[in-house]
């Protein structure tokens, strides 16, 4: 059946423009899913992060396995197998990590009520039948709360799912993880000097302006990079569209207007 079709895909920085990777796998869906989990393995870089009172860094996966498993896992269970050029895409870009589905939500479901108590009502419930006797979901209409718990306990922002057209996105950020080794150090040193830049001009700076300004060894995606994360802190935000968008830093709640 052409539609047990699993996508993967790493992107150079934050949308489609240049592959890193491209591959794509057939089969049922235990190879499906198994492909994904090796895919997210070799992919992710590894994360750490520090804990008071202990000496050791601790190393973990960007993002949860957990949580991305059960993902890929609603993906096979829920998706729309009555589309042939339909499949399930699992994207990682730099501040990001997306698994993409044929089909919309069923039964009268929104995203919103995703995330809070809700039946298991799955769309194939043959296949959710057989994940669940191998031990691979539960069948309590817990999949998304879980995921949002296992992001969250990680200090990771909550999930995003997105309905768009005749597809259903669910969307990982990682923004304020700590990235191991130089990685980390130097996107933190960014944003700290453009929001120092920002803090000068009170009508805030186009993108074209913000880069030049920190120097030769800056990129352009670099910058960008650093921009999502500020506005993902809301210490940042953007106005305006395409060339005329400018940026702006975020006072804090406490500070007092003049």
């Known amino acids: 059946m052409p539609q047990c079709l699993l996508r993967v895909a790493r992107f150079r920085g934050l949308d489609r423009s240049e592959f890193l990777d491209n591959r794509q796998f057939n089969g049922n869906a235990f190879t499906l899913l198994a492909n994904a989990e090796r895919f997210l393995r070799n992919t992710l870089p590894i994360s750490s992060r520090f804990e008071s009172g202990r000496m050791r860094r601790i190393d973990e996966p960007l993002y ?3 949580a991305t498993r059960e993902a890929l896992a609603n993906a096979l269970c829920h998706r ?4 042939g050029s339909g499949s399930i895409g699992l994207a990682v870009y730099d501040d990001r990590l997306e698994v993409v589905s044929t089909g919309r939500l069923h039964f009268g479901l929104t995203p919103d009520d995703l995330f809070e108590p809700h039946e298991s009502r799955p769309w194939n419930p043959l296949i959710a039948r057989t994940f669940y006797r191998r031990g691979i979901i ?6 998304t709360l879980k995921m949002a718990d296992l992001t969250v306990s990680a200090g990771l922002p909550r999930p995003e799912i997105e309905e768009r057209g005749d597809s259903l996105t669910v969307r990982f950020r990682h923004t304020d993880y700590m990235l191991s080794g130089h990685d980390r150090n130097s996107l933190v040193r ?5 929001l120092d830049l920002l803090g000068r001009f009170e009508d805030g ?4 302006e913000i880069t030049p300004r920190l120097g030769a060894d800056t990129s352009e995606r670099q910058v960008k990079r650093a921009l999502t994360a500020l506005r993902n802190r809301k210490l940042a935000e953007s106005y305006g569209r395409g060339l005329a968008a400018r940026w702006k830093r975020i006072p804090p709640k406490d500070s007092k207007e003049t």
């Open 190 to 194: 960014r944003q700290e000097a453009i």
């Open 138 to 143: 539960e069948e309590w209409g817990r999949g």
């Open 64 to 66: 949860p396995p957990l």
């Open 80 to 83: 729309d197998y009555s589309m």
């Open 205 to 208: 700076l186009p993108l074209r």
